[in-house]
């Protein structure tokens, strides 16, 4: 329940409330604290819970569990590897856990982040059990710089040899142009170019991590610049196509989207 009240307050409140606070005389710092704290997600503190509650209890989990994430911390593993190989640096694995040396360009400004990592982890029963410093994951600062590194990189297009991969997959981010106070997140989605065309999928974001982790990594291809066909063509029909696959599908996705828009970051096209 703490995580849904919270995901229905906008950050803007928090920043609001921390730095109002201390402009409040003392001898009205409560009641400006219960005034401004009254409400959540535009409505009144206690019908919002009591609402909440009663949906709550009438909730089929079992019909919702389809559109959840089937995903692990772990499944982050492939990704923070790959990062660091192309950043200069090897992981290396054992039974205690993985270990590796920071790139130096990650800790410059960063007295959080170390130069070096021992046995560190991405399995939360492991780190509850043992040390929950091992932990790996977001919210673990050198891991966050590494999604931050990976964000900075220019590099959205890959031409893949077709023993790795079989068909175009073109990654969007969908948002809603209609602007509001309440501003809904975007969202990620992939669509597996298929043949004939109806035959695509709609990916969701933790599929696409799935289906990534599942092509080897070759440290040596990962470094070598990709050799685009001659044919252009190709590779817009497939963009033109996923752009038209997720704008039909969007009724599976529920956004409640009033005017969505699909920009392609992302694709990935088999060698012809």
């Not at 950050?11 to 005034?35: A, Y």
């Not at 669509?191 to 092509?215: A, H, Q, R």
């Amino acid at each position: 329940m703490l995580q849904l009240v919270l995901g229905m307050t906008s950050p803007n409140f928090f920043n609001d409330l921390f730095s109002q606070g201390p402009t409040v005389p003392k001898d009205k710092i409560q009641d400006w604290f219960d005034h401004q704290t009254g409400k959540l997600g535009g409505q009144d503190a206690l019908d919002a819970v009591r609402l909440l509650v009663g949906n709550v209890s009438k909730f089929d989990f079992r019909d919702f569990s389809k559109r959840l994430p089937k995903v692990e911390l772990k499944d982050l593993a492939q990704f923070f590897e790959t990062t660091l190989s192309l950043n200069g640096r090897k992981l290396i694995s054992s039974e205690s856990g993985i270990s590796f040396k920071t790139p130096d360009n990650w800790g410059k400004g960063e007295p959080a982040i170390r130069s070096r990592y021992e046995n560190m982890t991405f399995d939360r029963e492991v780190a509850r059990k043992e040390s929950p410093e091992r932990l790996l994951g977001i919210g673990h600062r050198v891991f966050d710089k590494a999604v931050e590194i990976s964000r900075e990189s220019l590099a959205t297009v890959a031409i893949l040899a077709n023993e790795f991969l079989l068909f175009p997959l073109v990654v969007l981010r969908i948002r809603d142009r209609v602007t509001s106070d309440f501003v809904k997140p975007a969202v990620v989605a992939g669509v597996k170019i298929g043949e004939p065309v109806e035959e695509s999928k709609l990916m969701m974001d933790w599929e696409i991590l799935t289906f990534l982790n599942g092509l080897p990594v070759r440290k040596d291809f990962m470094r070598q610049p990709s050799q685009p066909s001659e044919d252009l063509n190709c590779y817009r029909k497939s963009i033109d196509q996923a752009r038209s696959v997720i704008m039909s599908q969007l009724d599976t996705l529920d956004l409640g989207f009033r005017a969505p828009e699909a920009q392609v970051i992302a694709a990935l096209f088999p060698c012809k």
